[in-house]
C-alpha cells in the first residue's frame, strides 16, 4: 500500500518491493527464510525513493527473526528518509523493537509473565523513549494507539504501576475512536494489568 502510493518509483520497482516485502513471510516458529527475498531484490531498485523502502525491508526481516539489533540499526537509518510512511514506521518500529526486547524471556510456557523475571530498566528506558519518541512526532499518527498500548504494556513488563495508571487516566480523558480501545476493552485491561487479584 505504502509502495502503491510513493512517488517517484517506477512500476518495475513498485514490484520488485511488493513481491521482497511478501517474501519475507514473518513466522513466530523461528527465522522467516525472507534473506532469498531480498537477494532477488537486488539490482532491481534504483531510485532515492525505492533504495529507501528497499533498505526497510532488511529491518522488516531482522525484525521478524529476532535480531533487535540489526532491526534497531536498520530503522534508525531510515528516520530521515524523505518518504513520510518510511520516517514515520520506522520511528514506531523502534519502538516495537524494544519492547520485543523486553519480552525476550518475560513469560513462562504457558505465556503467563514470570514473576521472578529480570527487569531490565536500560531496556524499559529504551523502549519508553523510543515510544514516547514516536507519540511526539506523531500524535495522530496511523501507529498512535499501537504505540499508546506499547508503552502501557512497558510499563506493565517493568513494574511501573505508577506510570500505567497514568496512562489509564490520560485514556479515559478521550473517546474511544480517539484512543483506539472501547470502555469495555480498557476496563477489562485495567483489571488484568493494574489491579491483579
Not at 530498566?121 to 499518527?141: S, V
Request: proline fraction near 5%.
Amino acid at each position: 500500500k505504502s509502495v502503491n502510493a510513493a512517488g517517484k518509483l517506477s512500476a518495475a520497482e513498485r514490484s520488485a518491493l511488493i513481491a521482497a516485502r511478501r517474501g519475507l513471510a514473518p513466522s513466530c516458529t523461528g527465522a522467516s527464510g525472507g534473506a532469498a527475498a531480498l537477494a532477488a531484490l537486488d539490482g532491481q531498485v534504483q531510485s532515492p525513493a525505492g533504495k529507501g523502502f528497499a533498505a526497510y525491508l532488511p529491518g522488516a526481516l531482522a525484525f521478524y527473526d529476532a535480531d533487535y539489533d540489526t532491526a534497531a540499526t536498520q530503522f534508525a537509518g531510515l528516520r530521515p528518509s524523505n518518504q513520510p510512511w518510511l520516517k514515520e514506521t520506522a520511528s514506531y518500529m523502534l519502538g516495537r523493537v524494544e519492547v520485543n526486547r523486553l519480552q525476550l524471556d518475560a513469560f513462562d510456557e504457558y505465556g503467563t509473565l514470570k514473576e521472578d523475571r529480570r527487569i531490565d530498566e536500560k531496556a524499559i528506558a529504551a523502549a519508553e523513549t523510543a515510544l514516547h519518541g514516536y507519540l511526539r512526532d506523531y500524535p495522530r499518527g496511523q501507529y498512535a494507539a499501537s504505540a499508546r498500548g506499547l508503552l502501557r504494556r512497558v510499563y506493565w513488563l517493568g513494574d511501573k504501576p505508577d506510570k500505567l495508571a497514568a496512562e489509564y487516566v490520560a485514556l479515559f480523558a478521550e473517546s474511544p475512536a480517539e484512543r483506539g480501545i472501547s470502555d469495555v476493552d480498557l476496563i477489562q485491561e485495567i483489571d488484568n494489568k493494574l489491579l491483579p487479584g
